[in-house]
């Protein structure tokens, strides 16, 4: 079966300081990798998509950016972190490019920046 | 442009109660699918259901139901006789079509379900 971990689970950052958030699949190749963000009590924001290796697309101007070192790590980067990147971030996977395809979630990182 | 709009914030309900989380949605496609997750308090999101646009047959699975009626743009998720452990933000969402080939999902705010004991 397939598995999706984050790491790490918590993370409280400075201002100005980097970020490397790191998400990666087990039991399946070749997925569709996916980072989004939630905002307190607000709804799912994504990020960033990536259909293989290399290969990003940017949902939104932002001082994030992602990349996809193997088939199955997809890493979410800043170099300067700022306040408004706190937040919850989300990774997900799915299998193959047919738009019903079920998204699944990992665990989740949630981010403090002060 | 594609939307999907949950109108309710909040909702709290007393243990047993049944309570029906809304969902609309807005699309230019013909074709396309709508899902339900649920976040408990630990944040990981929880596939609950798939359903695509040609199939418009309600669906149980257990104390859960879903009713999806096409000339309305309603994909509504009913829970009967709920429990404490049903307490959770619960998203709906519709598959786009991106302009390379893939899609991605358009997330609706969530519903904040309270199953009080």
């Known amino acids: 079966s397939q598995t999706i971990h984050q790491w790490p689970a918590t993370l409280v950052q400075p201002v100005g300081s980097p970020l490397s958030l790191e998400c990666t699949v087990e039991g399946t190749s070749n997925p569709n990798l996916y980072w989004y963000r939630q905002a307190a009590g607000r709804g799912l924001q994504l990020l960033f998509y990536?259909?293989?290796?290399?290969?990003i697309s940017s949902e939104v101007p932002q001082n994030l950016s992602a990349s996809r070192p193997q088939d199955r790590q997809f890493i979410l980067s800043s170099k300067k972190l700022l306040l408004s990147d706190s937040g919850f971030y989300l990774c997900a996977w799915s299998g193959g490019l047919f738009f019903g395809t079920t998204q699944y979630f990992g665990p989740g990182t949630r981010l403090l920046v002060l | 442009a594609q939307k999907v709009t949950q109108a309710q914030t909040e909702i709290s309900v007393v243990e047993k109660e049944d309570v029906t989380l809304d969902c609309v949605y807005e699309?230019?496609?013909?074709?396309?699918?709508l899902f339900w997750y649920k976040q408990p308090p630990s944040g990981e999101l929880v596939f609950l259901i798939r359903?695509?646009?040609?199939?418009?047959q309600n669906e149980i699975s257990g104390r859960y139901s879903w009713n999806f009626q096409k000339s309305t743009s309603s994909f509504n998720f009913t829970i009967t006789a709920s429990q404490v452990v049903d307490s959770a933000v619960y998203f709906c969402?519709?598959?786009?079509?991106?302009?390379?080939?893939?899609?991605?999902?358009?997330f609706g705010t969530g519903t904040r379900l309270k199953v009080l004991a």
């Open positions: 969402a519709l598959s786009e079509r991106t302009t390379s080939g893939t899609y991605k999902y358009i």
């Open positions: 699309t230019r496609d013909t074709t396309y699918y």
């Open positions: 359903r695509n646009s040609f199939d418009e």
């Open positions: 990536s259909v293989g290796i290399g290969q």
